[in-house]
């Protein structure tokens, strides 16, 4: 199992090139589910999330293919990815390719939709916390599928089609919005999704879905209303740059001291995170090329968060973050209101000298001087990069063990990190 090994103390100096996000590109291509014709989606960020994504697709009998490199083409730009699922030969999406990626469970709506009927296991616990699915299956209800649960399985039928309907989340879900849009976007009739996710990915695939053919407006906000149509199209979609990735390395230039470009960035859609680093006495200067972070040697000022839904600080950031506030001038509180677990890092980070004690879902972090080496792991991808952002500042060596989780959310780090001066590297094995 690869590990990775970084020298922390230098700080960070240069360009990093922002990714298309994962949180997009996954739903975008199972929205290809929806259409015979072909979907052509740019910027998909090389991750083992898309690579097991595909499976599952293709399991479907969907063909997935990846074009070359184009000639003038970046040597590490996105991915094209080229899908059609112009037949489906089968409709159920079984456990050992469920149960590897929660997302996947989201192939259902299109399913349902298209195809009117649907087995998808329980994408079953994980590490952040309990995560059910039961305002996904009431979306599917309230559109008028016939839902049962037998072995561990999903099972949606609508023989007739879906029908358009009336959805109250009573709380935000970003994968019961994605669902609700999915299934609405074939159903006959008007849809009207109350407390919808904002998340910019939601609207990424609300874009996407008009470009084929879909009739939706209000994606962004808190309201949504879907016109049912018979059939959509073919198109060709550019995945949105990764907030949570560009998050991630702003926070990690605040850590390091330095000055980096996070090229291909957009502000908007981390606002509230970049409002946050300013507070805490790094510089963030929007440019035309993306978003420039800058520390010099002042010390970080402590900060006061909870995470919230879209417009709020992300949770997928609360790690990152925390990680930073360890070296801050006092003590910092960060309260996560989304997940029911998802401190797994604090006992990691206490072992590189962090000073946090939890009451109930908030963290208090008592700023230390400095934080020292250690081998350490994470359960979870944001948890795993929020290690590596420790140890970016921490004196001499750290391991970072259990590569994969962040293999699954974040592209060549290590190479976009050691790019910029820091000591990274890779221990295969
Ligand atoms: C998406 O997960 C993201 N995943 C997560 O990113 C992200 O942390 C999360 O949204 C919140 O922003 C993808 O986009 C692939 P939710 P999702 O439904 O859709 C509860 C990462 O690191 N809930 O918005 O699964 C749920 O338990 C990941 O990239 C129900 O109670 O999250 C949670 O407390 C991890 N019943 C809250 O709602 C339901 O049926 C929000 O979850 C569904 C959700």
Known sequence: MDR?????????????????????????????????????????????????LQRILNNHGVDVTLSGKRSGEAEHAGQTVKISAETIVDTVAPYDLVSKMRASFWVVAPLVARMGQARVSLPGGCAIGTRPVDLLIMALERLGANIEIEAGDVIATAPKGLRGGDIVFPKVTVGGTHVAIMAAVLANGTTVIENAAQEPEVKDVADCLVKMGAKISGAGTSRIVIEGVSKLGPTRHSVLPDRIETGTYAFAVAMTGGDVLLE???????????????????????????????????GLRPVTVTTEPFPGFPTDLQAQLMALMTRAKG??????????????????LARLGARITLDGQTAMIEGVDRLKGAPVMATDLRASVSLVIAALAAEGETVVNRVYHLDRGFERLEEKLGACGAMVERISG
């Open 4 to 52: 990775i090994r970084i020298t922390g103390g230098k700080p960070l100096h240069g360009k990093i090139p922002i990714s298309g996000a994962k949180n997009a590109a996954l739903p975008l291509m199972i929205a290809s589910l929806l259409t015979e014709d072909t979907l052509v989606l740019d910027n998909v960020p090389h991750l083992a999330d898309v690579v097991q």
């Open 264 to 298: 291909g960035a957009r502000p908007e859609l981390l606002q509230s995170a970049l409002d946050l680093l300013a507070e805490t006495g790094a510089t963030v200067t929007a440019t035309n090329e993306g978003i420039r972070v800058a520390r010099n040697g002042a």
């Open 331 to 348: 003590t910092s509180r960060i309260t996560e209101t989304i997940f029911e677990n998802r401190f797994m890092h604090v006992q990691e």
